[in-house]
């Protein structure tokens, strides 16, 4: 076989074009079509590798843009939060073989409707990641406007410091809770088939990030403050098992999906649950229909992720962070706690000076 070494590039759109085509479409509507907005946010990543496949060209360099149907990537009929079912690389390699620099739209793909689908905020990650894995490479770069994974916000702490090396469990955790460094799908890609990804600055080139399989054991690598929650009180006047079931039902089919579900009371209906900001239009359109027979209050919290695998094995981090939380008198909504990670969610928005103090403190000690 022909050794490939042509260059692969994945375009990443700017997440300010998405924002405005989400603005425009919200504009039209109050909670736009899911398929829709799919051909909508697509059409900014086609834009784009157009655009520099053109300037490459006019540079002399030889490319061929690909939007996610044409580079073969197939996947579920989700709309908005699709997940890649399988990659056709015949043509990508037919294009590599030609000497010429591949440009793929990422955040995209096709189901078997022959329909867009997009893959979610931060999809072009998965789709280089899943791309990668397809052409067994041995490692996957992902360039964007940060060099590497913190060990929390540098924009919110001044004092944060790059982390040489994670694992795909810590990496994903992070993911999970909020950070914007990589999609969550991508380093899940990225350890099953064991591909090695590397976060890199596009404006330098410092040394970044690698996320591996490697794993050291009792160390805090990275916390994460999310302030895109809001915490939902749904009251209603006599509490039934079904009616409790058919709302959660209800929330998971209509893709609101509750990041935590609790039963606060066996004489009346009365649950709380946390969910993404970015699911709010849809909820409230749902209360005003479906919903209705429901008093609803709602409000923006904030929620800390310590991360790192095997910390609670430590008592003493754990001890440390209580320790600071007191400190701020705030009213705590719940604290879970695993192998990896110790998430607290409060009932209020919180300042960054509180995720300062727990940075300091813990990456001090």
Same mark, same amino acid.
């Given at each position: ?12 759109l700017n997440g300010?074009?998405?924002d #405005?085509?989400? =603005?425009e479409a919200?504009?039209?509507?109050k909670?736009p079509?899911?398929?829709?907005l799919?051909?909508l946010l @697509?059409s ?6 157009? +655009?520099l496949?053109?300037l490459?060209n006019e540079?002399g360099?030889?490319t061929?843009?690909?939007t ?9 009929? &989700?709309n908005q939060n699709?997940i890649?079912e399988?990659i ?9 073989? =030609? ?6 739209a990422?955040?995209q793909?096709?189901?078997d ?5 997009? !893959?979610?905020r931060g999809g072009s /990650?998965?789709?280089a990641?899943a791309?990668?894995?397809?052409? +067994?490479a =041995?490692h ?5 406007d940060?060099?590497?994974v913190?060990?929390?916000? %540098? ?8 982390? /040489?090396?994670?694992?795909?469990v810590?990496m994903? /955790?992070?993911?999970?809770e909020g950070?914007?460094?990589l999609h969550n799908?991508?380093?899940?890609i990225g350890? +099953?088939?064991?591909? %090695?990804?590397?976060?890199?600055s596009?404006?330098n080139? =410092?040394t970044?990030?690698n996320i ?6 009792n160390i805090?690598?990275?916390i994460v403050?999310?302030?895109? !929650?809001i915490?939902?009180n ?6 039934t ?8 039902d209800?929330?998971i089919? #209509?893709?609101i999906? %509750? ?6 009371s066996? @004489?009346?209906f ?7 900001a ?5 909820f409230?359109?749902a209360?005003?229909?479906d919903l209705n027979m429901f008093?609803? &209050?709602?409000?923006n919290? @904030? #929620? ?8 609670t094995?430590d @008592?003493?981090?754990?001890k440390?962070?209580m /320790?600071?939380?007191? #400190? ?6 719940s604290?879970?706690i695993?192998?990896?990670?110790i998430?607290? &969610?409060?009932k ?12 300091n403190e813990l990456?001090?000690?």
């Amino acid at each position: 076989m022909i050794k490939i070494i042509m260059l692969l590039l994945l375009f990443l759109l700017n997440g300010k074009t998405t924002d #405005r085509l989400l =603005k425009e479409a919200y504009e039209l509507a109050k909670v736009p079509n899911d398929r829709e907005l799919d051909v909508l946010l @697509s059409s900014g990543e086609q834009v784009s590798i157009s +655009k520099l496949s053109i300037l490459l060209n006019e540079l002399g360099y030889k490319t061929v843009s690909l939007t996610g149907w044409q580079a073969g990537i197939y996947t579920n009929n &989700t709309n908005q939060n699709a997940i890649i079912e399988n990659i056709d690389t015949s043509r990508i390699l037919k294009e590599l073989e =030609k000497r010429k620099i591949v440009i793929i739209a990422g955040f995209q793909g096709f189901n078997d409707n022959l329909d867009i689908t997009t !893959l979610g905020r931060g999809g072009s /990650d998965t789709t280089a990641v899943a791309v990668a894995a397809a052409l +067994k490479a =041995k490692h996957c770069f992902i360039f964007s406007d940060v060099d590497g994974v913190y060990t929390t916000d %540098p924009n919110k702490v001044s004092e944060a410091k790059k982390l /040489d090396t994670l694992s795909y469990v810590e990496m994903l /955790d992070i993911a999970d809770e909020g950070a914007r460094v990589l999609h969550n799908r991508c380093i899940e890609i990225g350890e +099953k088939f064991n591909i %090695p990804i590397i976060t890199k600055s596009t404006f330098n080139n =410092k040394t970044g990030s690698n996320i591996i399989d490697k794993i050291e054991d009792n160390i805090v690598k990275s916390i994460v403050k999310n302030d895109d !929650l809001i915490l939902i009180n749904l009251k209603y006047g006599s509490y039934t098992i079904k009616l409790f079931n058919q709302v959660y039902d209800f929330l998971i089919n #209509r893709d609101i999906l %509750p990041i935590q579900f609790i039963n606060n009371s066996l @004489s009346s209906f009365n649950v709380d649950f946390l969910m993404k900001a970015s699911c709010l239009n849809k909820f409230q359109k749902a209360l005003d229909t479906d919903l209705n027979m429901f008093d609803s &209050t709602f409000k923006n919290v @904030s #929620r800390i992720a310590i991360v790192g695998y095997g910390i609670t094995n430590d @008592s003493i981090v754990l001890k440390h962070i209580m /320790d600071i939380v007191k #400190r701020f008198n705030l009213d705590i909504f719940s604290i879970d706690i695993t192998n990896a990670k110790i998430i607290i &969610t409060f009932k209020v928005k919180v300042e960054n000076n509180l995720l300062e103090m727990l940075h300091n403190e813990l990456f001090e000690n």
